[in-house]
């Protein structure tokens, strides 16, 4: 467990930011790199020689890369091969053995290892493997200072829920061309306190919502059983989408320019046009370093599907070692594929709330797939969405419920759209009174998240179990 909120807002980031700006350029980097392991090993210290192990394993492959060029290949490979073997017995040893148990039934009395998983491993593994790849290929040079390498792979903004930063997007900045100005602290103010609400008074609230609605889905009737995944759907967004906007503030008061990592993907008119706006770091690590050197879409449709499966099915891996997840993942290689093939060109000659209502239906079903982890409570939630073993249209409990969270949910609906930041681009008013009326809208909105953090238990990111 990483520091709570009250800790991380009121202690450790002033800390941080205090000494991050009173030191010199050179030093900085150093600075975060020792607050970057403290921050990591805060609840659990143990995984701090993880994370050392991690950025040495990578450091050394492409310092041995660089200086045996006639064993590049060798030298990824292996680097790539342990990567994948710490992130496999953390993460899926316990996964692989129960399905070798319940597949053969000599291993059915094996005893499976509780084994405890590092937050974040998902991200930092595929960040450094990104790095080293990426020397391979000639497209960054070999950072020979192990410092700037740690610091970049354990950078604690974006260290345990992304976005996945590649090296060569931070190449520079990592090297000293960090400008940090007073437009920038305001810029990367305004976007962490714009993440922070998400997180702490939209996020929770859905998944308050949801949590009360999921405990008994047959009370519900139908009505409330889509009430709840429609909460869920809210919270998974604003959860994730607002830990990337507090880490690219955060970056951006430090200086570092993080890529954007979510854009409105709800306002999506297909599952193609979603994937380009959800989790975009992620969906691009996996073009950049599965899909492509499968051979992408260059070696024919047939080629390209099978391609797209593979890519699809790791995906939904990734996420969990859960078979759901993989569920998940196929589930949208399907819907990409009809795409491909030929509803995307039907999509584009309906009106817009059609396809728009289309791809929301699909991204809906999907977060049930992706939530229910055991097959016999997907399979009965999913019955109760179309009326079979629920309590008629809509039960008693869940109309207060749904009532009671009305006005949140429209709230959620219209900030998951960019109808009010480009309304409030429309208005005319001076550039002075308009930063005069965001800052008392952003203190008013801090003010709120510190009284959420008080007066709520610890809810940590969705995204920190991956």
């Known amino acids: 467990m990483v520091f709570s909120s009250a800790v991380f807002m009121f202690a450790y980031l002033p800390l941080v930011l205090i000494g991050y700006y009173a030191l010199p350029k050179k030093y900085q ?42 064993k590049k290949k060798l030298w990824l490979i292996m680097t790539v091969f342990v990567n994948l073997g710490l992130l496999g017995y953390f993460k899926y040893t316990g996964f692989f053995m129960e399905t070798a148990a319940s597949l053969v039934p000599a291993l059915q009395n094996i ?41 970049y792979v354990a950078l604690f903004p974006q260290l345990i829920a992304g976005p996945i930063v590649r090296y060569r997007d931070v ?21 962490f306190i714009i993440g922070l609400s998400k997180k702490l008074l939209l996020a929770n609230a859905m998944g308050l919502m949801w949590t009360n609605l999921s405990q008994n889905p047959g009370a519900n009737g139908v009505i409330g059983s889509w009430a709840g995944i429609i909460a869920y759907t809210f919270q998974i967004y604003f959860d994730f989408s607002g830990y990337s906007d507090m880490a690219i503030g955060l970056g951006k008061v430090m200086g570092f320019e993080f890529l954007e990592n979510f854009n409105y993907p709800y306002i999506a008119d297909s599952i193609t ?96 797939l992706f939530y229910f982890t055991d097959f ?18 809509i039960g008693a409990d869940a109309v207060r419920m749904v009532l009671g969270y009305l006005p ?25 009174l308009r930063i005069t009326a965001e800052t008392i809208a952003l203190l008013v909105l801090f003010v709120l998240c510190a009284g959420a953090v008080i007066g709520q238990s610890y809810n940590p990111f969705i995204y920190f179990r991956f």
């Open 29 to 70: 980097l150093y600075y975060l790199f020792v607050l970057n392991l403290v921050f990591y090993g805060w609840g659990e210290p143990v995984f701090v020689l993880l994370m050392v192990l991690s950025i040495a394993l990578n450091y050394l492959g492409a310092l041995l890369m660089d200086k045996f060029p006639g």
């Open 111 to 151: 005893s499976i290892p509780n084994i405890v998983l590092p937050i974040g491993i998902s991200f930092y593994t595929f960040q450094s493997m990104s790095y080293v790849i990426d020397v391979y290929r000639g497209d960054v040079a070999c950072q020979k200072n192990p410092v700037v390498f740690g610091t």
């Open 171 to 191: 190449e520079l900045q990592m090297l000293g061309d960090r400008e940090i100005s007073a437009q920038k602290l305001y810029e990367g103010c305004k976007r």
């Open 273 to 368: 046009d979603f994937w380009r706006r959800w989790h975009i770091s992620l969906s691009t690590w996996f073009r950049e370093y599965v899909y492509i050197p499968l051979g992408g879409n260059r070696r024919g449709i047939k080629r390209q599907l099978i391609n797209l499966c593979v890519v699809w099915a790791l995906t939904g891996l990734w996420h969990g070692a859960s078979w759901n997840f993989v569920l998940w993942g196929v589930y949208f290689a399907v819907l990409l594929i009809i795409e491909k093939v030929f509803l995307l060109k039907a999509l584009k000659k309906l009106p817009k709330f059609a396809s728009h209502l289309y791809a929301l239906l699909f991204i809906v079903l999907g977060w049930v």
């Open 376 to 393: 016999a409570q997907l399979i009965g939630f999913a019955k109760t969405l179309i009326g079979v073993g629920t309590a008629g249209l």
């Open 408 to 432: 949140m949910m429209l709230i959620c609906a219209a900030a998951s759209t960019p109808v009010v930041s480009s309304v409030w681009g429309k208005i005319r008013i001076s550039n002075r």
